[in-house]
Nanobody, 115 residues
Framework: QVHLLESGGGLVQPGGSLVLSCAAS????????MGWYRQTPGKERELVAT???????NYIDRVKGRFSISTDIATNIVYLKMNNVDPEDTAVYYC?????????WGRGTQVTVSS
């Protein structure tokens, strides 16, 4: 059974940085498609970034050049490094995995960008 546990959310000022972590169990993050999504009240959950087996990364246009997704094989953690954040980045961020035909979600971590 796959479990994903996000951490690292919190309050950050505009222009600041934050690192989100997703600790995975039941799968190997380096062998499967991993991603970060985000959701705000009243809106659909949207894809932010993905990292494929082999390391290919993809980002939505609004975060390109500011966010970076990566995996640590030794600790089985997926990171989302967020730089130069702005209030529109405020959301609950969810870790996601797609392995053996099954999509799994974490419970999410709140990120609030405000002065």
């Amino acid at each position: 059974q796959v479990h994903l546990l996000e951490s690292g959310g919190g309050l950050v000022q505009p222009g600041g940085s934050l690192v989100l972590s997703c600790a995975a169990s039941g799968i190997l993050v380096g062998h499967n498609l991993m991603g970060w999504y985000r959701q705000t009240p009243g809106k659909e959950r949207e894809l932010v970034a993905t990292i494929e087996r082999g390391g290919t990364t993809n980002y939505i246009d609004r975060v390109k050049g500011r966010f970076s997704i990566s995996t640590d094989i030794a600790t089985n953690i997926v990171y989302l490094k967020m730089n130069n954040v702005d209030p529109e980045d405020t959301a609950v961020y969810y870790c996601n995995s797609y392995a053996r035909g099954v999509m799994t979600w974490g419970r999410g971590t709140q990120v609030t960008v405000s002065s």
